[in-house]
C-alpha cells in the first residue's frame, strides 16, 4: 500500500474511532511529523506515515527525538494494522 493510501485509510479509521487525524503543514515546520491524532479523553500521537522501505529523514529523526524527550507519544506507521494497534491502545 502507497503512504498516501495508507494515509486515507487511517484518516478514515481514526474518525471511525472517534477521534481526528489532523494534517500539519508540511512548510511551516520542516520535519515535523505527517499528522496528530487526537482521541477521545485527550489521549494524542504525533505520526509519521512511511512506505515499508522508507527511512526517517535526519530532520524527522530530530523530531522524533525532541517530541519523544518532550513526553510525547511518536509513532512510524508503516502499516495499516499498526494504526489499528494503535487505535486499540487509545480506545
Request: proline content about 5%.
Amino acid at each position: 500500500m502507497s503512504e498516501s493510501a495508507l494515509e486515507r485509510r487511517c484518516v478514515k479509521a481514526a474518525k471511525g474511532a472517534g477521534g481526528e487525524l489532523i494534517k500539519l503543514l508540511p512548510w511551516a515546520v520542516r520535519g515535523l511529523p505527517d499528522r496528530l491524532l487526537i482521541m477521545p479523553g485527550g489521549l494524542h500521537t504525533w505520526i509519521e506515515f512511511k512506505a515499508p522501505e522508507g527511512v526517517l529523514t535526519p530532520l524527522q529523526r530530530y523530531w522524533y527525538t525532541r517530541l519523544e524527550n518532550l513526553g510525547c507519544d511518536y509513532q512510524v506507521i508503516r502499516e495499516f494494522s499498526e494504526f489499528e494497534r494503535l487505535l486499540s491502545k487509545n480506545a
